[in-house]
């Protein structure tokens, strides 16, 4: 583009061509850098969701018992990775990964796709073949926001034969993958809705998706307004934590 008119001069100047880069790296979309530090001893892993898409994510601990852990939007893998360390300490072998389109870089990988959320619930499919292949006999999974729905989604599309499923300020409909009661009511895993009471409309999905869905079941309201993984971080994190760890631990009981 070229600019005409009277010449700027001095600290104007300059002023004015760093707005103009800024404004132009806002409208390209300019990415953050990508995270740079992961816990020692995780393993940066690739698969394919069920319909063949390349996905990125990373293992934590080992054993027999397996959690999927599905991100929200707009955050990455990388939101997971402080409780994929928790869940690693208790003895789980935990997979995060990066939904279709997600590309945070560096160490938090880079999965291929576009940005289809909508078909997210295939890459949950996706994670639970990988997590089996990787030694786990028995799955959960732990889902944020999209990634709660999706994983709710997933389990009502497959016979995934899971142990337990855990959302966090999960909408009871996202880009089609809508959780009307015909579809809940195929859903008979065990089953914790989470959300936060001045989280917007979603302490209200929460306590529908409870509502709609067959037993076992159990919906937690807590104090917060925070949303999905942020739970884990912000004034309810230390109930929010012991609560999933507590609920997993039942359900892995054999």
Known sequence: MRVTGRRWAGPVRGLAALLL????????????????KVRPGS????FESSDGIPLEGRLFGEGSVGVVLS?????????WWSFAEDLADEGYLVLT??????????????????????EIWRDVVGAVSFLRSEGAR??????????GTASLYAAAQEDLDLEAIVTLSAPA????????????????TAKLFVAGFEDGPYADDARYLYDAA??????????????????????QSGRARTLILTYLEQQAEP
């Open 21 to 36: 880069l800024v404004s132009l790296a806002a409208a390209c979309g300019a990415a953050e850098p990508g995270p740079t």
């Open 43 to 46: 393993e940066a892993v690739s």
């Open 71 to 79: 991100h929200m939007r707009p955050s990455d893998q990388t939101s």
């Open 97 to 118: 990964y990066n939904a279709r389109g997600y590309c945070p870089g560096a160490v938090g990988g880079c999965s291929g796709g576009e940005q289809d959320l909508g």
């Open 138 to 147: 028995r799955v959960s999974l732990v889902g944020a926001s999209m990634g």
């Open 173 to 188: 409909a996202f880009e089609g993958m809508d959780l009307t009661p015909d579809v809940l009511v195929r859903i008979d």
């Open 214 to 235: 067959p037993p076992p079941k159990r919906v937690e309201i807590l104090t917060t307004g925070d949303h999905g993984t942020d739970i884990l971080d912000g004034n």
